[in-house]
């Protein structure tokens, strides 16, 4: 495609005398600029684009644009697999080129021996490779077209007949509703009898429910609602409108203050069935504005569009109203319509989600997990969590004084200043000052990576690469959380994350502002971030943690024996696979045995190989290549269930849960091994990880239910993956710590037991 572009912009300008604009995202093509060429650049998509002439991609690059084959050569391109020249990034390349001019230069003084030594080294015997990468990195300018006159690229006539059956073998959805409803090609296109009709008219049938005398006239069985909320700040926003639809009239209000809100929640009462897209968020705007809607609608029979689209195509596409409209009644709306236009759509939507729910049996995954747990969200949202807002200055200022200390360190080690956050800077430092192999490093396209992957594989090279581990560590925590959070704490001294669950496409409950589940729990710093998360007076925190779920579930799913026996008989399920896998007595075990067990229980299902495993536990490639064959000798049952996952993506096209939630996998019918690679990982841990989504959002309305008929004061206030915490009146802590843990391993009946962990503290990182 580049050369094809390279051979229009050419005889454009040569031969027909014309300017061409090329329109990309790529900057590969900025080495075609020239007078009659200039590339029009996306910086943010359509809303913000650069154009690039010569002295554009000279002011960019200190280059001509005919030198950006050289730079390219030098320094290669992972997104297109070339690895370029080792050792050389994008500053080196910079320096050669502005010094030697072009590569053939920089391969002369090679051959003169007037190249400095720390180039040299890199290019010796590398003659061969520079031919190549430039031959593969050089736009060819010469196809032989049959005509590529501007002429001959004029629009035509959609072919339907034709392009329809590409469309669907290549799942374009949007497109492909779109077309079949084509005509304008001539060509008869047969109807869906399923079609959902759209009630027409709506504009015409808008009414005020301003107007409307009684409110509870409107006792409507099956009742919309969409909001127009103007967003304020992270905290929220106010309501612009309400919007009531029954399918065919739509009654809208601008009067959206308390008054009005507490007669449109008697009008959602009254009704049978409650219909939204994002309910949380409304119930939650319903709440700034000091009206209960969380338990005032609980009870009711509620359908939102919005988590059912989710979970019939988890992490598959965007889940604006507009979107799923688009997406499911096959309309083309723009990116923002007027709300007043397609409020009306909103209860076909709903009939069609459902439909589709029931087709592919997830209908009650759908009615008994998901929306249940809809209003239990919003109240622990609501609730939130107290904060020590001096714990985190005192955090921060220790972080800021750690980091002193440890760039100082660094910069001794490196033996001169530079950025210790820069990481082309942090990749000359490693790989040319200090010399560190790079073999196994991947490469960016200005260098070799230092992310934390490739600098695990250096942790034995240099006593600098614990160090900048350490760094970074401590970094992250200072910026993402001691000094973040402060910014993030309501009115009421509380943090108010948002758990969504229509984010992860495995099913589990996401976090964000903030995103209070990637804290580090294994860390001593970790930990003093979640010391900052405190109990309000009279009460402390207390947590209910599934043990080893996953591994337990893993066993179930498998029907391993040897891992079904082991949790059985309650034993130290790691010991007993370390001694499995040496062949040895369980009391013989060492701890670095049970540590590589370990290592390999919690990572098999995710896909860990045998380089992975080596460095995390220290063993030799050979040695760790060697425990995982021996690992599935003893546990077949694993080995089984891994396959039969990757074989049911590949015939089914998903896998599932053992409450059928579904995982569409298509990247593993792709061909390319990346991305099959990466969809048989999916395949592998989702059914275990989304099945444990499913159980602890089970135990979350199981909780909810028994905490509001006992009556206790006692409030669920976070979800971290396999943990809950509640704020418990020290009164009732006694109650909780006997009910809670049989609440949790009583949602689900396996063939492993469940167990619970239980622990409490006045500060969450003091939980034992």
């Avoid at 714990?391 to 033996?415: H, N, P, R, V």
């Avoid at 995390?616 to 089984?640: L, N, Q, W």
Wanted: hydrophobic content about 40%; proline content about 4%; some cysteine.
């Amino acid at each position: 495609a580049d050369d094809i572009l390279g051979t229009i912009a050419r005889m454009n300008g040569e031969e027909h005398g014309l300017e061409t604009l090329i329109v990309t995202g790529d900057l590969d093509s900025l080495q075609l600029v020239d007078d009659k060429t200039k590339v029009v650049f996306f910086v943010k998509g359509l809303s913000e684009v650069k154009i690039y002439d010569p002295a554009a991609v000279k002011e960019r690059y200190g280059l001509e644009p005919k030198r950006l084959i050289d730079l390219k050569t030098l320094i290669g391109d992972t997104s297109d697999n070339l690895p370029g020249v080792a050792g050389i990034g994008e500053k080196g390349a910079g320096e050669l080129l502005k010094a030697y001019g072009d590569v053939d230069g920089i391969m002369k003084a090679l051959k003169e021996g007037t190249l400095p030594d720390k180039y040299a080294k890199k290019f010796a015997g590398q003659e061969k490779i520079v031919e190549q990468m430039r031959r593969l990195v050089t736009i060819v300018k010469d196809v032989p077209l049959k005509d590529s006159s501007y002429q001959s690229t004029s629009r035509k006539k959609v072919d339907v007949e034709k392009l329809l059956p590409m469309l669907r073998d290549y799942e374009f959805k949007t497109l492909l509703k779109k077309y079949e409803k084509a005509s304008a090609a001539g060509v008869d296109v047969p109807v869906d009898p399923n079609k959902i009709i759209v009630p027409k008219g709506r504009k015409a049938k808008i009414g005020s429910l301003s107007l409307v005398s009684k409110l509870s006239d409107l006792s409507l069985k099956k009742i919309g609602i969409i909001l127009d909320e103007k967003k304020q700040d992270l905290f929220g926003g106010s309501i612009a409108a309400i919007f009531l639809t029954d399918g065919s009239h739509v009654w809208k209000t601008l009067d959206a203050d308390k008054t009005m809100l507490l007669k449109v929640l008697d009008v959602l009462k009254n009704a049978d069935i409650i219909v939204g897209h994002d309910l949380k968020a409304m119930m939650h705007a319903f709440e700034r504005a000091g009206v209960n809607a969380c338990e005032a609608i609980r009870s009711k029979t509620m359908v939102d569009t919005m988590v059912a689209a989710y979970i019939l195509a988890p992490g598959g596409r965007e889940l604006a109203f507009t979107d799923v409209l688009n997406e499911n009644l096959g309309l083309s709306l723009s990116e923002s319509p007027a709300i007043d236009d397609v409020v009306s759509y909103l209860l076909p939507l709903s009939t069609k989600l459902i439909d589709q729910l029931k087709k592919d049996e997830m209908l009650k995954l759908y009615e008994e997990i998901e929306m249940p747990l809809l209003p239990v969200l919003c109240a622990m949202e609501t609730k939130g969590i107290a904060v020590d807002q001096k714990k985190l200055e005192d955090l921060s200022e220790a972080f800021a004084e750690t980091i002193d200390k440890l760039t100082k360190k660094i910069l001794k080690l490196a033996g001169r200043e530079f950025n210790v956050n820069s990481p082309s800077q942090l990749a000359d430092i490693l790989f040319v000052d200090l010399g560190l192999p790079t073999k196994g490093i991947k490469k960016t396209k200005s260098g070799f990576s230092t992310a934390a992957p490739e600098l695990e594989k250096l942790a034995e090279e240099h006593e600098i690469i614990p160090l900048i581990e350490e760094y970074r560590e401590v970094a992250k925590l200072k910026s993402t959380y001691s000094d973040s959070l402060p910014q993030l704490v309501a009115k009421d001294g509380r943090i108010h994350s948002t758990f969504s669950q229509t984010v992860a496409a495995t099913g589990r409950l996401s976090s964000r502002d903030p995103n209070l589940q990637n804290i580090p729990i294994r860390t001593e710093l970790g930990r003093e971030i979640r010391n900052a998360f405190v109990a309000d007076k009279g009460n402390v925190l207390m947590s209910a943690d599934y043990s080893q779920i996953e591994l337990r579930l893993a066993a179930v799913m498998s029907r391993d024996d040897s891992f079904l026996k082991a949790f059985h008989d309650g034993a130290d399920v790691h010991k007993r696979t370390a001694a499995e896998i040496y062949d040895i007595e369980e009391d013989k075990v060492t701890k670095a045995q049970r540590e590589a067990a370990k290592a390999i229980n919690f990572s098999i299902l995710y896909g860990v190989g045998p380089r992975a495993l080596a460095r995390r536990t220290h063993m030799s490639f050979e040695d760790a290549k060697a425990f995982i064959a021996k690992y599935f000798s003893v546990h077949p049952g694993i080995a089984e269930f891994i396959d039969a996952s990757k074989m049911k993506a590949r015939v089914d096209g998903y896998v599932e849960t053992m409450f059928g939630r579904r995982r569409y996998l298509p990247d593993i019918q792709s061909g390319m091994p990346q991305l099959v690679a990466a969809a048989e990982r999916m395949a592998m841990n989702m059914p275990v990880q989304g099945t444990n989504a499913d159980i602890i959002k089970l135990a979350m309305i199981k909780i909810d239910e028994w905490l509001r008929k006992s009556g206790l004061e006692a409030k669920m206030v976070l979800q971290i993956h396999d943990e809950l915490v509640f704020e418990v009146p020290e009164d009732e802590v006694k109650e909780l710590e006997k009910e809670i843990p049989g609440l949790m391993t009583s949602v689900v009946s396996l063939d492993v037991p469940l167990v619970v962990d239980v622990g409490t503290g006045k500060r969450w990182g003091e939980i034992e």
